[in-house]
């Protein structure tokens, strides 16, 4: 009876020694519980230190975390907060798909990213703000989903710790890179937004308009290209397109993202006329924009006729040049051959969108022949390059032999300002025309083993022109050569553009050596 007795007076001093008092462990507890992996194993040493001996909480024994004393554990820790590196400086870069084209770099170092963006995007887009969030495990572990889940199902969106950008306009978030640690970063541009979803050591950048509605209208918009092209060889047979032709062509319909939405080139319609030297393919095209919603805006892009092969359509690029939160579109495109045919008008090269459509760009340049994207600078905004008044499409009838498609002189550059605008005179403008031309040709016209080099003669022109000859010498010196020019007979149409030339405009000139003495 008496052992009896030691045995429950044993039994209730040890469940005495179980009670937490309030406010203490218990707090601690909960705080560990919403921190590192690191801070929560300090804590639970802690309780067990203090409220048990070592053998009942084998898993996390009091000496193995001598680096976390009671007194430098607090009751609610913000995770990380305890080792927080207050530099970045010699962490490892972290190679995140998108982030440079959109400006920003990540920087891990002690289990913490650095993700920092920089004050404008490649597309001319700004940083606003980020939003950070730790995202729940509810409806993972099969619980009901909590209610600030429910909340961002209807559209609200969630709490989270909100950044902006410094004086310099770079935005800088740091978050947990290690463990179980997860987080999702809502990152906002001027004109565009994504999502750093970061899980333990991973991270990865999500569009916004990365969601089925926005795929589903792009899909659409190329399905219906598809079927224009497959109905143009389908037509009658003095309009249809061959398979060849077909394949020759640009692939219309394919979406580019740009900002949140996507710019397309699509085909309405294509139809054929013509055999050998003349056969031409006249094409219908429209400019798309799609949101994120899989809502699309449409205008005409205009007709463009050209021989079989002879329109080449680079990559669309977007910029947004007004800096009004919408990205432009740019199409870049060469119309080499198009038989014989001068083109009436050239489609605009540049296209913008607002509420209430889409319509060309007010203050993009004039183009012929074609536009190409050049980068004069380092300021990101994209520069365009044409042909001005140079160019000219040739017909078998040229005056050789064998007649080019096409003759061109230099590109002439647009330098893209920061108001939106573009300059052909300003020194990145005058500097692309002196790399074309770095000296003044010591001959025009061009011959080589008895022929004429039509391309070079055409390119020879203009860089004289640009280098100060005169009209009176320049015309001279295609006189003398008109024999070449025209293969002996009294006029053609190569001389007759060449002439032409002698009088367009030429608003850029290259400044004249000053001669050493």
């Known amino acids: 009876m008496r052992t009896v007795g030691l045995i429950w007076v044993l039994g209730a001093v040890l469940s005495c020694s179980k009670a937490e008092p309030a406010g203490t462990s218990a707090s601690g507890s909960a705080g560990a519980s919403a921190s590192t992996p690191a801070a929560a194993s300090a804590a639970a040493s802690q309780s067990a230190a203090e409220s048990a001996p070592t053998a009942e909480v084998p898993s996390a024994p009091t000496a193995e975390v001598p680096s976390a004393p009671t007194a430098e554990v607090p009751s609610a820790p913000s ?39 920089r004050k404008k995007n490649g597309t001319g887009g700004h940083p606003k703000r980020a939003l950070i969030r730790t995202p729940g495990g509810a409806e993972k572990e099969g619980r009901e989903p909590a209610p600030e889940a429910v909340a961002a199902a209807e559209g609200a969106e969630l709490p989270g710790e909100e950044l902006f950008p410094n004086e310099y306009g770079d935005l800088t978030v740091v978050v947990p890179f290690s463990g179980d640690e997860r987080r999702d970063v809502t990152l906002e541009w001027s004109d565009t937004r994504y999502t750093l979803e970061v899980s333990g050591s991973k991270a990865r950048l999500v569009w916004a ?27 009658e047979p003095a309009e249809r397109l061959t398979a060849t032709e077909a394949t020759k062509l640009p692939r219309f319909g394919v979406c580019h993202p740009a900002g949140l939405g996507s710019w397309a080139l699509a085909l309405k319609a294509a139809s054929a006329q013509g055999e050998g030297a003349t056969r031409s393919l006249r094409l219908e095209l429209e400019v798309v924009r799609v949101d994120i919603e899989g809502q699309r805006k449409t205008a005409s892009f205009g007709a463009l006729s050209a021989a079989p092969g002879g329109l080449e359509i680079s990559a669309l690029q977007v910029y947004d040049y007004d800096d009004d939160g919408n990205n432009e579109l740019i199409v870049p495109y ?52 044409s042909y001005g008044g140079f160019v000219a499409w040739l017909g078998a009838d040229c005056g050789l032999k064998t007649c080019p498609a096409r003759v061109t002189g230099p590109k002439l550059y647009f330098h893209a300002l920061p108001d939106g605008g573009f300059s052909e005179t300003d020194d990145a403008a005058r500097g692309a025309l002196k790399r074309a031309c770095p000296n003044k040709p010591a001959v025009v016209v061009v011959e080589v083993a008895g022929s004429l080099n039509a391309a070079q003669t055409a390119k020879n022109l203009v860089c004289a022109r640009a280098h100060g000859v005169s009209e009176e010498e320049l015309g001279a010196q295609l006189a003398a050569k008109h024999a070449l020019l025209c293969n002996e007979a009294a006029a053609c149409p190569l001389e007759t553009t060449l002439s032409s030339w002698l009088k367009a405009p030429l608003n850029v000139a290259l400044p004249t050596p000053v001669a050493k003495k």
């Not at 659409?220 to 497959?230: D, G, I, T, W, Y």
Request: aromatic content about 6%; charged content about 20%.
């Open 334 to 385: 060469e119309l080499k051959a198009n038989a014989g045919a001068s083109p009436a008008e050239l489609p605009a090269p540049i296209w913008s969108f607002d509420a209430a459509g889409i319509k060309p760009y007010a203050r993009a340049p004039r183009v012929s022949g074609g536009v190409g994207v050049e980068h004069l600078d380092f300021d990101m905004r994209p520069d365009l390059g």
């Open 79 to 117: 995770p990380g907060s305890a080792s927080r590196p207050s530099s970045f400086k010699g962490g490892a870069k972290e190679n995140i798909e998108s982030a440079v084209g959109l400006g920003c770099e990540a920087v891990s170092l002690d289990g913490w990213l650095q993700f920092l963006c």
């Open 209 to 235: 308009g990365s969601g089925v509605p926005h795929r589903r209208g792009c899909a659409a918009v190329l399905e219906e290209s598809k079927a224009a092209l497959q109905n143009a060889q389908k037509l």
